[in-house]
């Protein structure tokens, strides 16, 4: 009987064995199985070529990507190679180019704007004080002793119940406004406080003037309201800027637009006797805007010239909705050349804004041109053009689409890259806009990275790069920023490099290709932004706007 037993427990002892055996054999191979399929899936990211692609997109040779420049052909064709070597097809029928019919207004500005005053007569200096430009296309514009207006935010919101101009006439005159939204540090309560709506934007500000009948308009410059220094608008300086061709619609635009620094703007009020509290009373729900009884003039020369720069644009046709779309999408661009630096560097590479971003476009259309089976929807990539004069290129491309808007399921933009490392954050620019917010953060749980919001919403990044364009007509737009937790560093470390780059680089000639970059963070975050749009891809579902979102009410 015993030896009976122990034969039992010696023979459930090996059965059991071997089932543990078995299963352990089992998980090892689903594991592997597992780690081949992610490893095909990625399979086409490549941190040599893309390093390789920003290099020489940042390259002087590329004479910093300005359209109607040498540097402009070089870029595009340089991509269009490249779509070609990666296997897309061409996206606008046999051609991979899209014409943007595009002005190119160079200016000359007086190099001082004379302020008159019951009390006094002096000048300020151009550059230094104020840097202005024009969006017409006539031989010269002026300010001929002008009245001088401030207008508070220069806001019309009837929606939030909020009006600058109300009882306030500014038809043929310059008006002076401030920079952001009347809640920005301020009151939480009115706008979205520190989160920057588009009427923060100097672009609405313009806009909003023209439709005023302002003959001129001045965004007074702070830093912190702008998020970045003046010397951001004064690379405009007597340059020439870039806009659609508007020749037969009717377009209103102010005579004169531009920026004046916070100090000249202060001396302002001072000559006319206020101060700056008259900043924060801007703020204040009621508030009414006045003469500052100056009277200003100055003078800009004009040359127009007319050509049509491009959008560079390939596809992976969709295996069962090919006409149904996702879009991945960054701006080509930069800005030339322009003022020397105190080291003598005219050149404005622009690495990672944005060769960065688009050397990240042709790594996403490699991976996805490696995957074995085709997406559902056909998937388009677009490099654009003219995304720092303005938006441009993705503006003509969503007025005059290729593929229909309202069969276009998302956008996904990129502008700019991580080169700090790997994160254990990644970052959704314009919180509780859209439906793909969730899908990122699906893709990040699947690779064990946690999503977090802009720092910085007062900076109204969401309005500031190419998926904005989109979003007015309807399709929701994916925008993400690095994460700020670098593995392996300190915590301060990613926001300190951050802000390294926006004081000492950012739209300078020192942004510049860098051999100490990290790519592997950025690889990661491309990682992320394939799997939402290959998920877009390959769902039938379409993803919408979330309540609360100003877009909403555009998606069909």
């Known amino acids: 009987m015993v030896f009976k037993i122990i034969v039992y427990f010696s023979s459930k002892f090996f059965l059991m064995k071997t089932l543990f055996q078995l299963l352990a054999i089992i ?3 689903a594991s592997c199985k597992s780690s081949k399929d992610a490893g095909e899936q990625f399979k086409g990211f490549d941190a040599n070529i893309f390093a390789s692609d920003i290099k020489m997109l940042a390259s002087d040779s590329f004479m910093g990507r300005k359209p109607f420049t040498k540097g ?80 508070g ?15 306030l006439d500014v038809k043929g ?35 909003e003037a023209a439709r005023q009948g302002a003959k001129g308009c001045l965004v007074i410059h702070n830093t912190k309201a702008a998020s970045y220094p003046f010397s951001v608008p004064q690379n405009h300086w007597n340059s020439s800027a870039l806009r659609l061709d508007e020749r ?10 531009g920026w004046i620094s916070e100090n000249a703007a202060v001396k302002l009020l001072e000559t006319a006797g206020y101060d700056s509290t008259v900043f924060k009373k801007a703020s204040v729900p009621g508030f009414k805007g006045f003469s500052l009884n100056e009277k200003l003039t100055t003078q800009i020369s004009v040359k127009t010239t007319y050509n049509n720069s491009k959008n560079v644009i390939g596809k992976i046709v969709g295996s069962k909705r090919p006409n149904e779309y996702v879009i991945y999408t960054a701006h080509w661009d930069h800005l030339g050349i322009g003022k020397p630096n105190e080291a003598g560097d005219s050149i404005y590479n622009g690495a990672l804004d944005n060769a960065s971003g688009t050397a990240a476009l042709l790594q996403l259309a490699s991976v996805f041109k490696n995957q074995k089976e085709k997406p559902e929807r056909t998937v388009i990539f677009l490099a654009v053009t003219a995304e720092e004069q303005g938006l441009w290129g993705s503006a003509y491309y969503a007025q005059n689409p290729i593929y229909p808007m309202d069969k276009t399921a998302g956008i996904i933009n990129m502008d700019i890259v991580n080169v700090k490392g790997k994160t254990a954050d990644i970052t959704v620019v314009g919180k509780g806009q859209s439906d793909l917010e969730d899908y ?27 998926h904005f364009n989109f979003a007015k007509v309807g399709v929701p737009g994916l925008y993400i920023g690095s994460g700020s937790e670098v593995i392996g560093k300190p915590k301060e470390y990613g926001a300190q490099k951050d802000e390294e780059y926006t004081s000492k680089k950012y739209h300078r000639p020192t942004d510049e290709y860098d051999n100490t970059w990290d790519l592997n963070g950025a690889i990661d975050d491309l990682k992320l932004l394939y799997l939402v749009g290959n998920r877009l891809a390959n769902e039938s579902k379409w993803p919408g706007w979330k309540d609360g979102s100003e877009f909403k009410r555009y998606r069909k």
């Open 173 to 207: 005159k310059v008006i002076m406004v401030m920079v952001n939204d009347p809640g920005f540090g301020v009151d939480t309560t009115l706008f979205r406080g520190d989160t920057m709506t588009y009427y923060g934007r100097w672009v609405y500000k313009f806009e």
């Open 153 to 167: 935010f220069g806001v019309d919101a009837p929606e939030r119940n909020w009006n600058d101009f109300a009882g």
């Open 72 to 151: 402009e052909e070089l870029t595009v064709d340089y991509l269009k190679n490249r779509f070609k070597e990666i296997g897309l097809a061409p996206g606008n029928d046999d051609s991979y180019f899209q014409d943007v019919p595009m002005a190119n207004i160079e200016t000359k500005a007086s190099p001082e704007m004379k302020v008159e005053s019951k009390n006094g007569t002096f000048s300020l200096k151009g550059f230094d004080d104020y840097v202005i430009w024009t969006d017409k296309d006539v031989p010269s514009v002026s300010f001929n002793a002008d009245e001088l207006v401030f207008a």
């Open 248 to 257: 037969g619609k009717d377009v209103k635009h102010c005579d004169i637009v």
């Open 27 to 29: 998980f090892i191979l």
């Open 440 to 466: 990122l953060k699906d893709a990040a749980d699947k690779l064990d990275r946690k999503l977090v919001f802009e720092k910085h919403p007062e900076s109204g990044f969401y309005y500031r790069s190419d």
